[in-house]
T-cell receptor, first 113, second 112 residues
Framework: QKEVEQNSGPLSVPEGAIASLNCTYS??????FFWYRQYSGKSPELIMS????GDKEDGRFTAQLNKASQYVSLLIRDSQPSDSATYLC?????????????FGQGTTLQVKP | DTGVSQDPRHKITKRGQNVTFRCDPI?????LYWYRQTLGQGPEFLTY????????KSRLLSDRFSAERPKGSFSTLEIQRTEQGDSAMYLC??????????FGSGTRLTVV
């Protein structure tokens, strides 16, 4: 089993809808998770972090962590065309004391006007 | 501070040549990471520095790759005898002890 798994997509949603991006992880990762957004040809940009079970909201973004089911998700409310990008799930490797992030392959989101 | 800087932004080189990339991290961050990313994949870990010490290196990294961080400031990544399979985006990131990374803009390497 891969340490981090994401559906590569593309996930297509209409403008104004809620986009739901999911990520499952193995026992080898820690409980600290980061979501990055990456526009085509650009480097990843940190948008959310979540460390404890439950929901964390920041503007239009909500991160959800469910430790029992080993998944973490990112919800984007009122999706805009500018949200079209690849979203990378990145937990810290559990055995590492270096803060090393393990990245999923990313889910491509397309928001259609 | 303007964030993490990487130089050059693009590099085209002939197979067999050596290339060197530079990364200037955020000054107050003592952790520095190098990643490589190919099309359609997430970033893949290459190596990690805490201050000037290189504390971890990916087992996937061949001996042709070497990295340094003299004096715990900027870092360089050198690839010797480049191969076409080395073509990728090379990303540098820095972080404080706790928290997520800040990535630089990356160096896109094309080996022809």
């Amino acid at each position: 089993q891969k340490e981090v798994e994401q559906n590569s997509g593309p996930l297509s949603v209409p403008e104004g809808a809620i986009a739901s991006l999911n990520c499952t992880y193995s026992d080898r990762v820690s409980q600290s998770f980061f979501w990055y957004r990456q526009y085509s040809g650009k480097s990843p940009e940190l948008i959310m972090s979540i460390y404890s079970n439950g929901d964390k909201e920041d503007g239009r973004f909500t991160a959800q962590l469910n430790k029992a089911s080993q998944y973490v998700s990112l919800l984007i409310r009122d999706s805009q065309p500018s949200d079209s990008a690849t979203y990378l799930c990145a937990p810290i490797l559990g055995s590492s004391n270096t803060g090393k992030l393990i990245f999923g392959q990313g889910t491509t989101l397309q928001v259609k006007p | 501070d303007t964030g993490v800087s990487q130089d050059p932004r693009h590099k085209i080189t002939k197979r067999g040549q050596n290339v060197t990339f530079r990364c200037d991290p955020i000054s107050e961050h003592n952790r520095l990471y190098w990643y490589r990313q190919t099309l359609g994949q997430g970033p893949e870990f290459l190596t990690y520095f805490q201050n000037e010490a290189q504390l971890e290196k990916s087992r996937l990294l061949s001996d042709r790759f070497s990295a340094e961080r003299p004096k715990g400031s900027f870092s360089t990544l050198e690839i010797q005898r480049t191969e076409q399979g080395d073509s990728a985006m090379y990303l540098c990131a820095s972080s404080p002890i706790q928290g997520g990374y800040t990535f630089g803009s990356g160096t896109r390497l094309t080996v022809v």
